[in-house]
């Protein structure tokens, strides 16, 4: 898995390239531990994204509860598989997120 930051001003893109699992999660809450407290606007691009598992989600959920109350979380260019899984889990009921 990549990721790519773009930051501009306080809002962090963060575009997700390839598996997001149990092996790469661990990359993604680096990541998102190394972005400071300015940043109040948050962007996952996935549209490179081509699978997602529990351990990706659990990184998921945690960055939306981070940025819960500051500001904007969302995630955009969602396949149809990995919207499934939100779906599924219910999250796409609490997240925006956007085909």
Do not use: C, H
Request: charged share 25%; no cysteine.
């Amino acid at each position: 898995m990549d990721i790519i930051n773009n930051i501009d001003g306080n809002k962090a893109t963060m575009e997700i390239i390839g598996w997001l699992d149990t092996q790469t999660a661990p990359q993604l809450e680096e990541a998102l531990s190394k972005l400071g407290d300015e940043i109040t606007n948050l962007v996952f691009d996935f549209a490179k994204l081509e699978y997602i598992s529990s351990a990706g989600l659990r990184q998921v959920v945690s960055a939306y509860k981070k940025m819960s109350g500051k500001g904007e979380f969302k995630i955009i260019n969602v396949s149809d598989e990995v919207y499934d899984v939100f779906k599924l889990t219910g999250f796409d009921q609490k997240i925006n997120i956007e085909k």
